[in-house]
């Protein structure tokens, strides 16, 4: 003769039972096609299911996590920053703020063309990319390196292409693109022959610090040199390695007169011509 199973009676909502069920047809439990709560309670009730705490997360961890999923998505690491975020909303310590940001950031993925350029970048694999920008004109490049690079809170794909038409940038930079990817709305990408390069054009440009500046100067990854000048008073010589004049000359500029570009002259001459035209502006005259 067959056993019947012990019936329990389970007191709870309408809610929480579809919960239940939604559990239970997750873990495949089921009667026939509908899920089953009496086999997610006997697997609990055998330790195959192990019943653990959700909301013992300290706020440091929680934050950390946070601060994951926003440095995955600036690498373009998107793949990897959803997986966090959608660990973040299994907890129940989560304040409702930090859920709707999740939520929306989960709302609101990047397209198809990015995720596929992020795994081309991953595999380092060269590729080809089309698009239209806001003013109507068409863009093609070949990319045989990449990186998602946060420029001023925005995401740019600084990348090195072979083609160079159009580029503002010095002559041993003009491979090097910077762009910004919110401005593309669709983009065509597919494979192309040839090698992937391990970086960016790079030129090393020399410069000077003097005043507070000097003391208060940290130095960057890029550094190659970062010394007192041994024949000019508190004056620090910082030599930097720099793939974009555009954005190296952003910086600068905002430490205009403590910092002085010395080389090399291609840079320097860029420099020269951002103050001209300020002092044209302000009707000024050397």
Not at 104 to 128: A, G
Not at 154 to 173: A, F, S
Not at 226 to 241: E, G, I
């Amino acid at each position: 003769m067959s056993r019947k199973g012990q019936s329990i009676t389970l007191s709870i909502s309408d809610r929480d039972k579809a919960e239940l069920e939604a559990i239970a047809l997750e873990l495949g439990m089921m009667w026939g096609d509908r899920p089953n709560i009496s086999k997610l309670v006997e697997a609990i009730a055998r330790r195959q299911l192990l019943i653990g705490h959700n909301n013992d997360w300290s706020e440091t961890r929680i934050r950390a996590l946070e601060q994951a999923v926003s440095a995955l998505t600036d690498m373009g690491q998107i793949e990897q920053a959803q997986i966090i975020a959608n660990l973040l909303l299994e907890r129940s310590e989560l304040s409702l703020p930090l859920r709707r940001d999740i939520e929306r950031f989960l709302e609101n993925l990047p397209p198809p063309w990015r995720l596929e350029i992020d795994r081309y970048i991953r595999r380092n694999s060269p590729f080809q990319m089309s698009y239209e920008d806001a003013a109507g004109r068409l863009w093609n490049f070949t990319v045989r390196y990449a990186k998602v690079t946060p420029h001023e809170k925005r995401q740019y794909l600084d990348c090195w292409c072979e083609e160079t038409e159009g580029n503002l940038d010095i002559p041993k930079l003009a491979h090097n693109w910077s762009l910004r990817l919110d401005r593309i709305q669709e983009a065509a990408v597919m494979p192309v022959a040839g090698k992937w390069r391990l970086d960016l054009d790079r030129v090393d440009v020399e410069m000077h610090l003097s005043g507070g500046l000097a003391f208060a100067y940290k130095a960057k990854p890029e550094d190659i040199a970062n010394d007192w000048l041994a024949d000019r008073q508190r004056v620090r010589r910082v030599v930097r390695k720099v793939s974009s004049s555009f954005w190296f000359i952003r910086e600068v500029m905002q430490y205009a007169p403590d910092c002085v570009v010395v080389s090399p002259e291609s840079v320097r001459e860029q420099v020269k011509q951002k103050l001209r035209s300020l002092l044209e502006q302000y009707d000024m005259q050397i």
